[in-house]
């Protein structure tokens, strides 16, 4: 392909489009605000002309980037998926780019992709959770930039937080298996280190048993990654011994789907030989076989309101407010489990 020595501009844009440069900029930057048929106008021009914005001389002369960081644990799995697309979306609405940055349930390399993600001067930030090295939250506020957590609900916050209390959601789920009559409860939940949202689930279902006068047997107590494939060698390990729960209460629907398989390799019935109950509700988890039992986390939601919050904290000149917002989770009841005969 030959190289071309003109390179279009806004200008040019505006030009062909017919309309001013600073309609082409608003409708780059804030599409809300430029009638659907100029944006088509601008958006044919852009096509036409092969147009593409020069973010580094804007980031060059102090404009914003017009970029916003999401940093999660995880994009191998559902886990995240539903809140990612919805917190793509609504921030791509409002004519931002969303970077996208996994640390794999590594704190310091989220401290390490948080500081590139500053370099790249992202007009806000949100990561997933409360738990984050002191440095990640340093750097935060040395650089003023607008962050959220994403997924957790805390009263107490120093951050924004929009999501839900993670404690309620094992709560929920450790309370339907009780009031199924179950008393042989096993837990399996991944590394609670560094990760808020199993620790307050676990430790709540955890306390929920025991209020009941349960004892909890040490055996019974697993730990897994959030990986389908060792939850359910770890749940086929749990399941053959001499002695066995009646229930499994997993940390999410990731876990919760191995331990499935586990029991269906091993020719057990579900529900009727063990009860499983999930954490989650992610896409795909009603059409499991059985359809599983969780506790719903609205995750397109959560996204999309975190997006919002960021999106109105940059419009205002990036002066950020605390805001804690909580969402409600739900118990989906559905074939995974049934009352202890």
């Avoid at 949202?197 to 006068?213: C, E, H, V």
Wanted: with cysteine.
């Amino acid at each position: 392909m030959k190289k071309q020595s003109y390179r279009p501009d806004i200008v040019s844009v505006a030009t062909l489009a017919g309309v001013s440069a600073a309609t082409v900029s608003r409708a780059l930057n804030h599409p809300e605000l430029v009638q659907p048929t100029t944006r088509k106008k601008v958006d044919q021009a852009i096509r036409k002309l092969g147009y593409i914005r020069n973010r580094a001389a804007q980031t060059i002369h102090g404009r914003r980037s017009a970029t916003i960081g999401l940093v999660v644990p995880s994009v191998s799995d559902a886990i995240f998926a539903e809140l990612v697309q919805a917190f793509n979306d609504t921030v791509s609405e409002s004519g931002f780019t969303l970077l996208l940055a996994s640390h794999r349930y590594d704190l310091d390399m989220e401290y390490a992709l948080v500081r590139k993600l500053l370099e790249h001067r992202v007009d806000a930030l949100a990561m997933i959770g409360l738990d984050h090295r002191p440095d990640t939250y340093r750097v935060l506020r040395e650089q003023e930039v607008p962050v959220a957590a994403i997924w957790n609900y805390q009263p107490d916050s120093q951050i924004s937080c929009i999501g839900i209390d993670n404690a309620e959601a094992g709560r929920r789920a450790a309370e339907h298996l009780l009031m199924l009559g179950h008393r042989r409860i096993a837990t399996i939940f991944p590394e609670t280190r560094d990760n808020d949202r199993a620790r307050a689930r676990r430790l709540a279902a955890i306390d929920s048993i025991a209020a009941t006068g349960v004892a909890l047997r040490e055996e019974w107590q697993l730990q897994t990654p959030y990986n389908i494939a060792q939850s359910k060698r770890s749940c086929i390990e749990l399941l053959t011994r001499a002695e066995r729960p009646t229930a499994l209460l997993c940390g999410n629907d990731v876990i919760a789907q191995g331990a499935i398989y586990a029991a269906l390799h091993l020719g057990l019935s579900v529900p009727r030989d063990i009860s499983i109950i999930g954490i989650g509700d992610f896409d795909g988890s009603a059409e499991l076989e059985p359809p599983l039992t969780t506790v719903r986390i609205p995750a397109s939601r959560i996204g999309a309101a975190a997006a919002r919050h960021l999106i109105t904290v940059i419009d205002s000149d990036g002066q950020d407010q605390l805001v804690r917002t909580r969402f409600d989770c739900e118990l989906i009841m559905r074939s995974t489990t049934t009352a202890r005969t």
